[in-house]
């Protein structure tokens, strides 16, 4: 059974940092396009940010562009979305989600066939 687990997720204060992880069981992530996902309380699903499977190209919501980064280490067969800087409305269960398409990453949730059960990420003083 293909799976996707992230961890990572927990408490910070505001302008702290956190590195979530993305990591699969029943198959290799080298071979996949990853996005991070979140929702907020109350809000709908957005897109955070994504990693294309062929040259590593990264796209990155507005809000949290110049403070998060994604990686891929694919002798780790892990993603990463390091996120700095962090803000109370970054709150949110993050998900990480993976599709094996030929024409690169996107933040189209419909986009993709595997995701993980979500880590929570809390902002707060």
């Known amino acids: 059974q293909l799976q996707l687990v992230e961890s990572g997720g927990g408490l910070v204060q505001p302008g702290g940092s956190l590195r979530l992880s993305c990591a699969a069981s029943?198959?290799?992530?080298?071979?996949?396009?990853i996005a991070w996902f979140r929702q907020a309380p109350g809000k709908e699903r957005e897109g955070v940010s994504c990693i294309s499977r062929n040259f590593g190209i990264t796209y990155y919501a507005d809000s949290v562009k110049g403070r998060f980064t994604i990686s891929r280490d694919n002798a780790k067969h892990t993603v990463y979305l390091q996120m700095n800087s962090l803000k109370p409305e970054d709150t949110a269960v993050y998900y990480c989600?993976?599709?094996?398409?030929?024409?690169?990453?996107?933040?189209?949730?419909?986009?993709?066939?595997?995701w993980g059960q979500g880590t929570q990420v809390i902002v707060s003083s």
């Open positions: 029943g198959f290799t992530l080298d071979y996949y396009n």
């Open positions: 989600a993976a599709n094996p398409a030929d024409f690169g990453a996107t933040m189209m949730e419909h986009e993709y066939d595997y």
